[in-house]
């Protein structure tokens, strides 16, 4: 079982810390949000050089704020810092919210506008020109990308079946949250796969990320997970996808228990189409020393499964 953490920290020194602590611990990967230390991707080419093969991916970077050609050379000038293998590009379109009342950006069509994102930034991945006029984005690349060192993966935060297939046409597949292991088995999984079949192209990576807690007592475990999960209920595509999954909040969806349940749930995880777990760890307690130790509890079932894989 491939487990990755969230990975985070006030700065540099501590982002850089907690990626030494995850890769000896032996985890995968660590998954940044774009808004960890304002933008994460200096503080991962730092963690990524301080580190030998731990993956480091976004989770995610929006499409919309930044042209495709300037987020394929800002990948590539992270993959030359680390020196070595392991960043991946996880990117999407975000949510209406945020694109058009913060940036104050069009949102009419995300989908169109991703698809149109993600065929200019991977083929410029690979290494090529690229000369495309779509609707919402052109490029036009000749001499304009440096050279990537090492292979970025993409990944795409897919929920809807327009970007499901794009991200099994296109990409290297999901990087998922709140998704719960119905929807990853009954809609991700046979779209995703279906469309990179199509394509001709590898089996698709689906990393599922879901908010973790070990705990004896559910509705204390709920409660303190409703801090990370709860504002997502309110935003349609999540709604949409915590209702295939069966979950009718996305409190619902996280993952907790104790030990033998949230090992269950993991595995189901997997057994649902997930590739990838992201566990974000969420500690339970009414004080500092209760919430380190349920954090311990929980990071320690998890090196257990690792142990075990």
């Not at 913060?102 to 690979?126: A, C, F, K, N």
């Not at 189409?273 to 929980?298: F, I, L, Q, Y």
């Amino acid at each position: 079982m491939r487990i990755g953490l969230t990975g985070g920290g006030s700065s540099a020194d501590k982002i850089v810390q907690q990626a030494k602590e995850a890769e000896a611990d032996g985890f995968a990967s660590l998954w940044y949000a774009s808004a960890v230390t304002g933008d994460p991707l200096v503080a991962m080419a730092v963690a990524g050089r301080e580190t030998t093969r731990i993956e480091l991916g976004t989770a995610v970077l929006q499409t919309y704020p930044c042209h495709p050609l300037l987020q394929a050379n800002r990948a590539a000038s992270v993959v030359s810092a680390m020196n070595r293998p392991g960043f991946t590009l996880g990117l999407g379109p975000s949510h209406e919210g945020l694109i058009r009342d913060v940036y104050g950006l069009s949102y009419d069509h995300p989908g169109r506008s991703t698809e149109e994102y993600v065929t200019i930034l991977t083929g410029l991945l690979r290494g090529e020109a690229v000369d495309v006029k779509g609707e919402d984005w052109t490029a036009r690349t000749a001499e304009q990308m440096v050279p990537i060192s090492h292979p970025v993966p993409v990944l795409l935060a897919a929920l809807s079946p327009r970007l499901l297939r794009v991200a099994g046409q296109l990409a290297d597949g999901v990087v998922l949250w709140m998704a719960p292991p119905r929807a990853i088995e009954t809609h991700v999984a046979p779209k995703v796969h279906a469309a990179a079949a199509a394509a001709g192209r590898p089996a698709p990576r689906i990393v599922a990320g879901l908010p973790v807690a070990v705990h004896d007592d559910l509705d204390e475990a709920r409660a303190a997970t409703a801090a990370t999960a709860a504002g997502y209920g309110s935003l349609p595509n999540y709604q949409r996808i915590l209702r295939i999954g069966g979950a009718s909040t996305a409190t619902e969806a996280a993952i907790v228990g104790n030990e033998a349940s949230v090992r269950g749930q993991l595995h189901g995880l997997i057994d649902a189409g997930a590739t990838d777990v992201w566990a974000n760890v969420v500690p339970v307690g009414d004080t500092r020393e209760a919430r380190a130790a349920s954090r311990r509890r929980t990071t320690e079932l998890l090196r257990e499964l690792l142990d075990q894989s």
